[in-house]
């Protein structure tokens, strides 16, 4: 049903780059750290799943090119990539979360072989490819429960196959309502100033025939106040121990005009994305980005005077309290708070190990 | 301080072509109804009080080239002329407002020459113009009792002196802070689809040299959530009889963030933007416009497929009872509803005649 927008083929990393479309779809091949940490920052891939995955392989590639050094070198050198891959973008838990996982095979003390290790980092990486695309599965059916026939969704940003390794966390729920028959729409929201939602989410929808409507991030509050929005679904990029939500910007502004109009609204996120080293959003650190990324399209043919500044924060942190729901690949938690968090991440998490 | 956005010297009526800043700053005459009909469509000049004042210029233009006719056609063409005006654009009032005064001019049974009649429309719009300058610095006045010292506003869309026949509604209330000395500093969102905050607002903050940041429409909330706004100040297009407010695309979503956070904020407009005839903000028409607003910075380099549609109203209405107040040139209406606006408006429009 979707298109992958990462490919790991004969020790081969591709991905869509995301940044050319929607006027042109291509795979680009990564072949290094360098080509990994551009693409990450210049949102070729991006995605709290995604960028995972793509870490997790590149980590691979990187300790394939150190077969044939001492063991010291190659821990040394990865630890290293390690650093500058976590540093690419800040806020997605992902990122680092991934590349703990491959830490924990690499930097163990062993007797095998370095050829061994990197094998393992391989086996590692298309696992953490292949377990995101189940609990996508898994997300999209457990957040079936959520979704009435019909529905009108509203979403915020790109959470689709593009996001994720599989058909993605918030736009996977709408694909498991499609696939099991709900006549469902969706409004997307712009998503200013990248337009992850009018380049990414229009086009998925497009792709996959779901019947989507474009509309300015500013037109989002005023159709939930007309009674026009049924169910408000997005991704996240990290969610504290609490259910506090950090996500694409824009995002809180989403769940507290549903919570005003009372409409039900969930992040949708898998397991990887809670961060519950963090007490609460307060502590998630928010990336700012380049002014030009929202003063480009303006015709800005001057420098900005020194009373001038642009203030571009690329995610905001939606409080638990104001969602309907956190919907996760081990279940719904509802009400997110430090209590539910528990109950629902921490057996899964046990029981994975 | 501020730039006109309309000069009429010498029988002629030019504007800022506001379609090309910030990159070109450029008047540009408007000879006929043609002319200003394009320029009120393609938002060449903006702003409710600024369109109502650029209708009854060019209602007297018109009528000038009329003097000879009889005045049965003097009459006849000028109500026509009125109807395509008043089309050009459906939301803001102050369009059919400034040309039904012009009407009662030339619509009365009259011995005068038309001659005589076409100079009373000329100066019934310099009057409408100066009105207009003098209700922006009253608004001005009575908004400085809402500003504390120092003070963080949030603004949406472009209400300044680009908007007006003075130096703005909302952003008249800035300008007026700063002349009394306050520090006041502001937080100025994008305004999608055509970025009438970032390219005008941002662009006379610039010229007022006010220290201003531009942030996408977004991160207003966020910053509304965190505590960094004191004041949320914005314009109004139509403002029903119980004080619902029409405006620009994202003031509802504005309105109801800074209610949730127990933010102070205000509608700012003259009491010609109150549409006394209409109950409630339900009954108010909204501008649709173009996909291309929209879709043109996204490279959709495809026809859109039938699923795909996108909706791309100008204006949204906020509910009296979001707002601290509206703030107009005959003193704020607290807790806008029937009673309020009726107790502020109407013996202020008595007194008037």
Same mark, same amino acid.
């Given at each position: 049903m979707y298109t992958p927008a990462?490919?790991?083929?004969?020790?081969?990393?591709?991905?869509?780059?995301?940044?050319?479309?929607p006027?042109?779809?291509?795979?680009?091949?990564?072949?290094?750290?360098?080509?990994?940490?551009?693409?990450?920052?210049?949102?070729?891939?991006? &995605?709290?799943?995604?960028?995972?995955?793509?870490?997790?392989?590149?980590?691979?590639?990187?300790?394939?090119?150190?077969?044939?050094?001492?063991?010291?070198?190659?821990?040394?050198?990865?630890?290293?990539?390690?650093?500058?891959?976590?540093?690419?973008?800040?806020?997605?838990?992902?990122?680092?979360?991934?590349?703990?996982?491959?830490?924990?095979?690499?930097?163990?003390?062993?007797?095998?072989?370095?050829?061994?290790?990197?094998?393992?980092?391989?086996?590692?990486?298309?696992?953490?490819?292949?377990?995101?695309?189940?609990?996508?599965?898994?997300?999209g059916?457990?957040?079936?429960?959520?979704?009435?026939?019909?529905?009108?969704v509203?979403t915020?940003?790109n959470t689709g196959s593009l996001?994720?390794?599989g058909w993605g966390?918030a736009l996977g729920i709408i694909y498991a309502a499609k696939e099991?028959?709900r006549?469902v729409k969706v409004?997307v929201?712009?998503?200013?100033?990248?337009?992850?939602?009018?380049?990414l989410t229009f086009w998925e929808l497009i792709q996959n025939n779901i019947p989507c409507?474009?509309?300015?991030?500013?037109?989002?509050?005023?159709?939930?106040?007309?009674?026009?929005?049924?169910?408000?679904?997005?991704?996240?990029?990290?969610?504290?121990?609490?259910?506090?939500?950090?996500?694409?910007? &824009?995002?809180?502004?989403?769940?507290?005009?549903?919570?005003?109009?009372?409409?039900?609204?969930?992040?949708?996120?898998?397991?990887?994305?809670?961060?519950?080293?963090?007490?609460?959003?307060?502590?998630?650190?928010?990336?700012?980005?380049?002014?030009?990324?929202?003063?480009?399209?303006? &015709?800005?043919?001057?420098?900005?005077?020194?009373?001038?500044?642009?203030?571009?924060?690329?995610?905001?942190?939606?409080? &638990?309290?104001?969602?309907?729901?956190?919907?996760?690949?081990?279940?719904?938690?509802?009400?997110?708070?430090?209590?539910?968090?528990?109950?629902?991440?921490?057996?899964?998490?046990?029981?994975?190990?």
């Open positions: 990462i490919k790991f083929e004969e020790d081969t990393l591709q991905i869509i780059d995301q940044s050319l479309l006027g042109k779809f291509k795979y680009i091949s990564l072949s290094n750290l360098d080509d990994s940490i551009t693409a990450i920052k210049e949102l070729k891939v991006r &995605g709290a799943p995604a960028i995972g995955i793509v870490a997790a392989y590149t980590m691979y590639l990187q300790a394939k090119q150190l077969i044939g050094k001492s063991s010291d070198i190659f821990i040394r050198e990865l630890n290293i990539f390690s650093a500058l891959l976590s540093e690419a973008r800040p806020t997605a838990v992902n990122l680092a979360w991934a590349i703990k996982r491959i830490k924990l095979i690499y930097q163990k003390k062993s007797i095998e072989s370095i050829s061994n290790i990197v094998n393992q980092i391989k086996q590692e990486a298309i696992k953490i490819h292949e377990e995101d695309r189940i609990a996508c599965e898994k997300m059916e457990n957040g079936l429960t959520v979704v009435p026939d019909p529905c009108t509203l915020h940003c996001a994720t390794g966390t099991s028959g006549e409004f929201d712009e998503t200013r100033p990248l337009g992850q939602g009018a380049r409507t474009l509309i300015t991030d500013s037109t989002a509050g005023s159709l939930m106040k007309s009674g026009k929005i049924d169910l408000v679904l997005f991704g996240a990029d990290r969610i504290a121990e609490n259910g506090d939500v950090a996500n694409k910007i &824009g995002s809180y502004s989403v769940a507290a005009l549903a919570y005003l109009n009372k409409i039900p609204c969930y992040a949708v996120a898998p397991t990887s994305t809670f961060d519950l080293s963090i007490k609460t959003g307060k502590n998630i650190p928010i990336e700012k980005r380049s002014p030009q990324e929202i003063l480009h399209i303006y &015709g800005y043919n001057f420098n900005l005077p020194e009373v001038a500044t642009v203030y571009n924060p690329a995610f905001d942190v939606t409080p &638990g309290n104001y969602l309907t729901g956190i919907i996760t690949e081990a279940g719904i938690i509802n009400r997110p708070s430090k209590k539910t968090v528990a109950e629902i991440v921490i057996p899964f998490l046990k029981e994975k190990k």
